[in-house]
């Protein structure tokens, strides 16, 4: 399952690409105020990125990573894997961990970090499931996008999900 948490203007363009690809949107948190959560099965993303227009969009939007960190090795090795993958499509990926807390890198365009099992999304963000631990359980890679990068965010998200399957 892919979660994808989207704006109220988002929201809309997605269910309509969606609903023109054939796809059936979830939305688990229907009843939570400010909170708008769709879930999709894995593949259908590539359906339904290739039906939004990304308008005004920057063609390689600034990406940074989180992953040094992070504290659990293999989730951490997810994050990187993402961020190289990423980077093999052409796109520059910043070490947003490189310079500790006296230099910050400037804030990108969207962010790869863990994936939650509670998502607190203030901004539209992907959880995309990329694997499994030792122990069986899932390993999620989270990408956030920053304002005007929706577009951008689900075409990543389809990257990351064509490479998964």
């Known amino acids: 399952m892919v979660a ?3 704006t109220a203007r988002w929201r809309a363009r997605i269910v309509a690409a969606a609903a023109s690809a054939g796809i059936t949107l979830a939305d ?3 009843g939570v105020p400010g909170i708008r959560v769709l879930t999709c ?3 259908d993303l590539g359906a339904i990125v290739p039906r939004l227009a990304r308008d005004g969009e920057p063609s390689r939007p600034a990406i940074g990573a989180h992953s040094d960190s992070i504290a659990d090795r293999e989730l951490r090795d997810a994050v990187a894997d993402v961020a190289a ?3 093999l499509h052409g796109n520059v990926v910043l070490d947003l961990d490189a310079g500790g807390r006296r230099h910050p890198p400037a ?3 969207v962010v790869v970090s863990a994936g939650s099992d509670h998502p607190q999304w203030t901004e539209p963000a992907v959880t995309l499931p990329v694997g499994t631990d030792r122990r069986g359980g899932p390993l999620t890679v989270a990408l956030t996008a920053g304002p005007g990068f929706e577009g951008a965010l689900l075409e990543l998200a389809r990257l990351v999900e064509a490479d998964a399957a």
């Open 4 to 6: 994808i948490a989207a």
């Open 28 to 30: 688990p948190l229907a």
């Open 41 to 43: 099965a894995r593949g």
């Open 85 to 87: 993958l990423l980077s």
């Open 107 to 109: 804030r990108p365009d």
